[in-house]
């Protein structure tokens, strides 16, 4: 056992040791692969900061090009040189622009991905297309107005369309690390999940699942915040790598499949072992039973003798309850090991019958109490010959932990199904880690004896009759209680009594 225990304590020992050398190099994986979702991130947004100065460049140069169309329109620059406001109009080769009247009819337009000539009013679907951005007011004389309405330039599409990618690759590449992270991605509620990676999509997929995971991550500060432009908060949740995980669970899964080995070893040995156990007890009884025969047939020879020469008829009398008594161990050893014969019998009479024979033939010293009526009939099945045995031996290991004085007290209870039988001495007492160990072979507190007896008695009680044998109670110096839990006839059943005195 010493042994076996520091083979566990070094295996987990090392394997920690083990596991926290690739947690600290999947640690510093984790960091720089944080730092690189910074760097990422910053320019992200200085990228989105650019196209933001972009917009902000075109909304101008459409300002000034409504300001070139008032000034080409107004009756009060007829004299002036308006070159420069045709320059400026004809020079704007990337914004799509489209100047209407106040009813929304096109009078121009440059940049456009349609015939103008063919589109004569700006409406439906075009009209949205073109009101991205408010329109700006171009008035010529009068009340009289003109709108001129544009949307974002050629390049800047282009660059949109390049930095939406950007954005795009930028959380693939977070998901599918390096580090193999399990990761995911969250908006600024930190629960609706944008994207994730090397995590199993049912997790994601479950409510309940998710939202626990969610919470672990947040309540271990297992997350990093980042701000993207037009994207607003978005939250990166992480944890420890699926590998990381298995190497700490793996030495526990590896002990306990050893452990669960060994375990059905020892059964399996421990099956086989009483198996053969059971098989030596079978042979030494049957064999103790046929040595018998032989002289207890002479013995019935010699009583016929005897009552011819005149001997007093209560000496044969004892003689053939002597005879009569070994005629009954011999039934017992020849039974052992056969399936018994259970009748019906009436468990009083049996336990008195037993008990009178026993006390002529123990010492005057030692009281037997009985505390039920002899005249009471329950019947429960019985083999008569082993049930005695067992309370032979029963009150002989109380007459020994009594050393031939004091009092065997027996008593029974019933309930509807059992019928329970005490049998108590005024002994030394039974230690209370003793109280399993009685029962096992070879046990025994005397100087002579094989320790068989108790180990017979729940043979019989528990394997034959399907029954309990146990102590009940122990009290150093003051004495011991054994119970016998037998099953009463089905028939019997409606007899119940909770204390027979």
Not at 334 to 358: A, D, F, M, T
């Amino acid at each position: 056992m010493v042994i076996a225990i520091t083979i566990v304590a070094v295996s987990l020992w090392y394997t920690n040791v083990l596991v926290k050398r690739v947690a600290f190099e999947e640690q510093k994986n984790v960091r720089i692969w944080a730092d690189a979702i910074y760097r990422k991130t910053a320019l992200v947004n200085y990228i989105e900061d650019f196209f933001q100065r972009l917009r902000d460049q075109d909304r101008k140069r459409v300002e000034l090009l409504a300001e070139a169309y008032k000034q080409l329109v107004s009756e009060d620059n007829l004299t002036i040189d308006l070159t420069f406001y045709v320059d400026m109009i004809q020079g704007n080769n990337s914004i799509p622009v489209i100047l209407t009247d106040e009813n929304d009819n096109i009078i121009n337009g440059k940049n456009l991905d349609f015939d103008i000539s063919k589109v004569k009013k700006l409406e439906g679907k075009l009209k949205q297309e073109f009101s991205k951005y408010p329109p700006i007011e171009a008035r010529y004389y009068y009340e009289k107005k003109n709108y001129l309405y544009y949307k974002d330039s050629k390049l800047f599409s282009e660059l949109r369309t390049v930095l939406d990618d950007l954005i795009r690759s930028f959380f693939s590449e977070v998901v599918i690390n390096a580090a193999s992270v399990p990761v995911i991605i969250t908006d600024s509620t930190k629960r609706n999940v944008i994207d994730f990676g090397n995590i199993e999509p049912g997790m994601i997929m479950d409510p309940v699942k998710l939202e626990s995971l969610l919470s672990s991550l947040e309540s271990d500060k297992s997350f990093i915040e980042v701000s993207l432009v037009n994207q607003g908060k978005s939250y990166i949740f992480y944890k420890q790598s699926m590998l990381l995980t298995q190497m700490r669970f793996f030495p526990i899964i590896q002990l306990t499949a050893i452990a669960l080995f060994l375990f059905i070893g020892y059964m399996l040995f421990s099956t086989a072992r009483r198996s053969e156990q059971n098989q030596v007890w079978v042979g030494l009884a049957k064999e103790t039973a046929h040595q018998l025969g032989t002289p207890l047939s002479s013995m019935l020879g010699w009583v016929e003798l005897l009552k011819m020469d005149g001997l007093s008829p209560d000496t044969v009398a004892e003689l053939e309850k002597d005879i009569l008594r070994l005629e009954n161990v011999t039934d017992r050893f020849s039974k052992i090991g056969s399936p018994p014969n259970l009748k019906n019998e009436n468990i009083i009479e049996v336990i008195y019958h037993s008990v009178s024979y026993l006390k002529m033939r123990t010492s005057k010293k030692v009281n037997f109490v009985i505390d039920f009526p002899e005249n009471l009939k329950v019947l429960v099945p019985l083999n008569i010959h082993l049930f005695e045995w067992v309370i032979e031996n029963l009150v002989k290991n109380a007459v020994d932990a009594m050393s031939g004085s004091g009092e065997i007290h027996i008593s029974m209870e019933m309930d509807q199904k059992y019928v329970h039988i005490d049998v108590a001495d005024t002994g030394k007492g039974i230690p209370k880690s003793k109280f399993s160990s009685v029962f096992q072979p070879g046990y025994t507190s005397k100087k002579r004896g094989w320790g068989l007896g108790l180990s017979l008695a729940r043979r019989i009680i528990n394997e034959y009759h399907k029954g309990k044998i146990f102590v009940k109670s122990s009290i150093i110096d003051k004495g011991t209680t054994f119970r016998i839990s037998l099953k009463k006839d089905k028939e019997n059943r409606d007899i119940y009594t909770a204390n027979i005195i």
